[in-house]
């Protein structure tokens, strides 16, 4: 069965500073699709960035980057220039063809001023 | 984009009573919906896969009889918790695929 591990339950980071939070996967399948989402205290699910498997180049949406290592099945979020109103759950995430997707258990991410 | 409409937002029911939970798409048609739950500060657990004209597929170790799930049209999808006891209570939330996974609201769930 597809796992995902987020190691890091919270981790907090200055405005305007980088950080990146760590996402590791496990799965015999080599065609599969990985997801950043991030839920905000509304507890509305609003996906940050979409990587597919088979597709080496990192993806990219503005300040939100990733780098996918499918040999190490990591998939790590970085988000640069940090704000106030990125501070959320965020949840890595896994589907394959079966078209369910499977979260990990989450990081909490504060900024502070 | 696509939206998924889900009601009710919260709801607050007796131990012993049901309680239906219903997730639209609005502007497409979604022949599977998933059913997730989320215990405070914690993961989504995908409770079951509801598909269109037939019957739900349920993750190991979640009640069939507990949350009964109908998929009776390609627009709606509900998710019944049957019996509900206080354990129950927890934030419930749909999601269907329309050129990506859309979610609903979510709804939270209280049993007294």
């Known amino acids: 069965a597809q796992t995902v591990t987020q190691s890091q339950p919270e981790m907090s980071v200055q405005e305007a500073e980088t950080v990146t939070l760590s996402c590791t996967y496990d799965?015999?399948?080599?065609?599969?699709?990985l997801f950043w989402y991030k839920q905000p205290p509304s507890r509305q699910m609003i996906l940050v960035i979409r990587?597919?498997?088979?597709?080496?180049q990192n993806a990219t949406e503005n300040r939100f980057s990733v780098n996918f290592q499918k040999a190490a099945k990591s998939f790590s979020l970085k988000i640069s220039d940090s704000q106030l109103g990125d501070a959320a759950m965020y949840f890595c995430?896994?589907?394959?063809?079966?078209?369910?997707?499977?979260f990990g258990t989450g990081t909490r991410l504060q900024v502070f001023p | 984009g696509a939206v998924v409409s889900q009601h009710p937002s919260w709801v607050i029911c007796k131990s012993g009573t049901s309680v239906k939970i219903e997730c639209r798409s609005l502007?497409?048609?979604?022949?599977?919906m998933f059913w997730y739950r989320q215990f405070p500060k914690q993961s989504l657990m995908l409770m079951a896969t509801?598909?269109?004209?037939?019957?739900?597929?349920?993750e190991q170790g979640v009640e069939k009889d507990k949350f009964l799930i109908n998929h009776a049209s390609l627009t709606l999808s509900t998710l019944t918790v049957t019996s509900a006891h206080p354990e129950d209570s927890s934030f419930y939330i749909c999601?269907?695929?329309?050129?990506?996974?859309?979610f609903g609201s979510g709804t939270r769930l209280t049993v007294v």
């Open positions: 502007d497409f048609q979604a022949t599977t």
């Open positions: 999601s269907a695929i329309s050129y990506g996974y859309t």
């Open positions: 799965t015999s399948e080599s065609d599969y699709y």
């Open positions: 990587q597919e498997a088979y597709k080496q």
């Open positions: 509801s598909n269109e004209g037939s019957k739900a597929t349920y």
């Open positions: 995430a896994f589907s394959d063809n079966t078209d369910k997707l499977i």
